[in-house]
């Protein structure tokens, strides 16, 4: 319980963090990117040190750390979208979802395999590990928050 009451003060300081960055002059695309750092790259430093052995009460303060940092992602990569394409952001977002439900199934299948034939978590957290740096990696490198939306509605194709 503890970790999921540290996300509630995290995103709000988090959303209030990314618009004092914003109101100071701090590009939109670069306080995104900051975030999602945050989010991803910081949270999974977090994450690491579960790997070895440590005490019930360093688990629960890496793991409440970890929670509350990727919250940090409402700043930053979730509200990316809405700055892309402003006409659309509702499907976007929704694929979006989709995708992360989708790995969201085959990690956790794979985290259960790895538990299986590790006996340990060691891997599970190792591999959470990668999954946050390659995606942070490629939010870092491709990310933008320049306006491609349509202006034209019409030419939206609705499948």
Do not use: H
């Amino acid at each position: 319980v503890i970790p999921w009451l540290i996300a509630i003060p995290s995103s709000l300081g988090g959303g209030f963090v990314s618009d004092f960055l914003i109101t100071k002059g701090y590009g939109v695309a670069s306080v995104r990117k900051i975030m999602q750092s945050f989010a991803m790259g910081l949270s999974s430093m977090c994450i690491l040190p579960l790997s070895g052995a440590v005490t019930f009460q360093s688990a629960v303060i890496c793991i409440s750390a970890a929670i509350g940092l990727t919250t940090f992602t409402s700043g930053g990569v979730s509200v990316n979208v809405q700055d892309l394409t402003p006409s659309c952001a509702g499907a976007l977002y929704g694929f979006m979802n989709m995708m992360g439900a989708f790995m969201g199934l085959v990690l956790v299948s794979f985290s259960g395999y790895l538990i299986e034939v590790t006996l340990s978590w060691a891997k599970v957290f190792s591999l959470i590990t990668l999954v946050n740096t390659t995606g942070l990696g490629i939010f870092l490198f491709f990310g933008d928050a320049r306006r491609v939306d349509l202006q034209d509605n019409s030419q939206i194709i609705v499948v």
